[in-house]
């Protein structure tokens, strides 16, 4: 079936950092990407949705200039987290869609942020 | 705006009881819903999908019912598991708008 590759699943690094998070669609076009933060005991939140080729549209409150996403190609998205902080520590979640197609979204497994 | 909500939030059971899980919404005009499952710290496992048109879907030992008019959905999961024990995550879709997802009832069943 199809699958949704996210990497890394685990990443701690200093306050101050940029980071990269990387969602790739394995095996069909992903016209849409979706990116979603998660607290711990919480429900998703979405974050901001990606049309291949076009700018991200972000959901109220979220700081574009702060999460940078890019859908350059129809397999792969990335979530930069610029400058992070330890507020910004979380678990973050894309998942990928066809529009062109009857299939639900399919998810990554996610990344876990520890910010320093 | 939809809203989902999921009850119980936390729900403990022995082995091998049947359980009924709830998730409500409140804009019944749904393109579909879904019921994930997610381990601690994973990401996020299908379960079952069901169309607005349909009234339920069953996988194995689980159930999920739809009924659109009233907003309200139920996953059954019979002859429950310890390997059943994660939080499992109602979300719904309204056609090309990203999927609303409630809370979550986290699910423990003691061996």
């Known amino acids: 079936g199809a699958v949704v590759s996210q990497h890394p699943s685990w990443v701690i690094c200093k306050s101050g950092t940029s980071v990269k998070i990387e969602c790739r669609s394995l095996?069909?076009?992903?016209?849409?990407m979706f990116w979603y933060r998660q607290f711990p005991k919480q429900s998703l939140m979405l974050m901001a949705t990606s049309n291949e080729g076009s700018k991200a549209t972000y959901e109220q409150g979220v700081e574009k200039d702060k999460f940078l996403i890019n859908h350059a190609s129809l397999t792969l998205s990335t979530l930069t987290v610029t400058s992070a902080h330890p507020e910004d520590s979380s678990f973050y979640i894309c998942?990928?869609?066809?529009?062109?197609?009857?299939?639900?979204?399919?998810f990554g497994d996610g990344t876990r942020l520890s910010i320093l | 705006k939809q809203e989902v909500t999921q009850i119980p939030a936390a729900l403990s059971v022995p082995e091998g009881e049947n359980l009924v899980l709830n998730c409500s919404f409140t804009d019944s005009a749904i393109y579909n819903l879904q019921w994930f499952r997610q381990d601690p710290g994973k990401g996020l496992t299908s379960l079952l999908l069901?169309?607005?048109?349909?009234r339920e879907q069953t996988s194995g030992r689980l159930n999920a019912s739809l009924d659109k008019s009233s907003g309200r959905s139920t996953l059954y999961i019979a002859a429950s598991q310890p390997g059943d024990s994660a939080t499992y995550l109602c979300?719904?879709?309204?056609?090309?708008?990203?999927?609303?997802f409630g809370k979550g009832t986290r699910l423990s069943v003691i061996a």
């Open positions: 069901i169309q607005s048109s349909q």
């Open positions: 998942s990928a869609d066809n529009r062109h197609s009857n299939q639900p979204q399919h």
């Open positions: 095996d069909f076009q992903a016209t849409t």
């Open positions: 979300a719904v879709s309204s056609g090309n708008t990203p999927l609303v």
